[in-house]
């Protein structure tokens, strides 16, 4: 139950930072938050991470769709002991919900977190990084992980 809370939860801070950030912000408008590190700054990202395949809105739809399916089917499968696991994919459905819905009702992810040396991105991109790294790293290092997926 906690492991579907905090996917919760890690959407529901993205939907609230980027209505904020829509509310508040015109497109394009930058305000700077330590000035030349950290800016927030509207962007309507059609494409993936770094806006790569801009406007293919309907394939990010699906992909997304996919991912969130594949990650249920795992959060229902793995035994309850992979607590850390769990909670890594939570991260990632989180963060995909999140620009999965921006992309249903917008047509594009609203990002606005902005380093000035890395691309803009948003609370779902960083979820979804952080669990991917992590992910990463289980596989890698915890044998018993692949064995919990069969």
Request: charged letters at 15%; aromatic letters at 14%; a positive charge.
């Amino acid at each position: 139950m906690a492991v579907w809370i905090f996917a919760a939860l890690i959407f529901a801070v993205d939907q609230l930072t980027k209505a904020l950030v829509k509310t508040h912000m015109a497109p394009n408008q930058s305000i700077p938050v330590i000035d030349n590190i950290l800016h927030l700054t509207y962007v309507q990202n059609t494409g993936a991470a770094f806006s790569l395949l801009k406007g293919r809105v309907f394939f990010f739809v699906v992909v997304s769709f996919a991912v969130i399916a594949v990650i249920v089917y795992y959060l229902i499968r793995l035994p309850k002991e992979k607590k850390l696991f769990k909670f890594t994919l939570a991260l990632v459905l989180g963060g995909a919900f999140g620009n999965l819905v921006d992309r249903l009702r917008f047509g594009y992810v609203v990002d606005f977190i902005d380093f000035r040396i890395w691309p803009v991105f948003n609370v779902a991109d960083s979820a979804v990084v952080i669990g991917v790294l992590l992910l990463l790293y289980l596989v890698m290092f915890d044998s018993e992980i692949l064995k919990s997926l069969d």
